[in-house]
């Protein structure tokens, strides 16, 4: 949460507090919602003034997915409508939908994912059109190992062990975990790693023994970078995504985490077992990972009716 963002829920709280009398319990609700919501919000590289009904919707789906009651996502709206209210008051910036707000369902919704098809449109558009291959990067890292964006912008040359195929994530929590990548997504990473400042970083980190100090200090940088040099932001990614995706022809909104949702939800259509993907995704619950088998199984059910002669 940034300082700004801190500023505006304490305000957004004292006012409520003397204003409309709530009760400290109320209160200490509301500041526990509001903060679920700046941290979605914030992992999915949106700030408060690039709020929309997509991304509110996209908040209620995710809590529908941890199974929370239905009283307390009604109480979650609630909370989020209030605060943006106060903060397009406060000039924090301007959200249309509010009026209609109330109409956002709470029923369980499934999160949202590409095909393969538009999976493939995302990538070819960025690295058509991006030429330092960095954008195109970050979107196949995002879709390759299923990492939230958060995950990404933290990568390392350090996380990455070559030789076993593998990638040390460090999740929520700071829980790590490994995630397998294939030839070809390093192939396609050290084009974009030997095309720019960082050459022959990749290749240097399958040599063994001693390093110098610069090669340790490479070994910590950031992967994917801005255009000072410093760790991209989740908003920066969030952004990007948006455009390629623009580019794409793809029309509904889409965020980082779309992609993750689309690795989970490709992998168990291929097959894979759900305790598989929960350990690839990082899930400390199981329950959080069988919603992508409600997804397969209604792809099933769709595919049937569109097929089978008795449903015509």
């Known amino acids: 949460m940034t300082q700004g963002t801190f500023?505006?829920?304490e305000n957004w709280l004292a006012c409520l507090r003397v204003?409309?009398?709530?009760s400290s319990n109320t209160l200490s609700a509301y500041r526990s919602d509001i903060r679920d919501f700046f941290r979605f919000t914030g992992n999915n590289g949106c700030e408060i003034k690039d709020i929309n009904a997509g991304i509110v919707q996209s908040f209620i789906n995710?809590?529908?997915?941890?199974g929370i009651a239905r009283r307390s996502i009604a109480r979650a709206i609630s909370a989020?409508?209030?605060?943006?209210?106060?903060?397009?008051?406060?000039?924090?910036?301007?959200?249309?939908?509010?009026?209609?707000?109330e109409s956002v369902k709470t029923?369980?919704?499934?999160?949202?994912?590409?095909?393969?098809?538009?999976?493939?449109?995302?990538?070819?558009?960025a690295k058509t059109k991006d030429k330092t291959g960095r954008d195109y990067s970050m979107l196949l890292s995002l879709y390759?190992?299923?990492?939230?964006?958060?995950?990404?912008?933290?990568?390392?040359?350090?996380?990455?062990?070559?030789?076993?195929?593998?990638?040390?994530?460090?999740?929520?929590?700071?829980?790590?975990?490994?995630?397998?990548?294939?030839?070809f997504y390093i192939r396609e990473l050290g084009?974009?790693?030997?095309?720019g400042d960082q050459t022959n970083?990749?290749?240097?980190?399958?040599?063994?023994?001693?390093?110098n100090s610069q090669q340790n200090s490479q070994q910590n940088e950031r992967i994917f970078k801005n255009r000072r040099g410093g760790g991209i932001s989740r908003v920066s990614v969030w952004k990007i995504m948006k455009n390629y995706a623009r580019e794409a022809g793809i029309i509904r909104n889409v965020f980082p985490h779309t992609l993750r949702h689309s690795f989970a939800t490709h992998m168990i259509q291929n097959g894979a077992d759900i305790r598989t993907v929960q350990i690839l995704l990082g899930h400390s619950d199981i329950k959080t990972t069988e919603i992508y088998t409600h997804l397969s199984t209604e792809n099933l059910k769709r595919e049937v009716a569109r097929c089978h002669p008795m449903y015509k």
Not at 62 to 66: A, D, G, R, V, Y
Not at 175 to 183: A, D, G, I, Y
Not at 201 to 211: E, P, R
């Open 7 to 9: 500023n505006a829920e």
């Open 19 to 22: 204003e409309r009398g709530l």
């Open 62 to 66: 995710f809590k529908n997915e941890t």
């Open 80 to 101: 989020i409508k209030n605060f943006l209210e106060y903060a397009q008051f406060s000039g924090l910036g301007q959200y249309p939908f509010l009026s209609v707000m």
């Open 107 to 125: 029923e369980a919704h499934f999160p949202d994912y590409l095909s393969g098809n538009e999976v493939d449109l995302l990538l070819a558009a």
């Open 144 to 183: 390759t190992l299923g990492l939230r964006v958060s995950e990404l912008t933290e990568l390392t040359f350090r996380n990455f062990n070559f030789d076993d195929g593998f990638v040390r994530v460090r999740g929520k929590g700071s829980k790590e975990r490994l995630v397998p990548f294939p030839e």
């Open 191 to 195: 084009t974009f790693l030997n095309a």
């Open 201 to 211: 970083t990749l290749s240097a980190s399958h040599h063994k023994g001693k390093q």
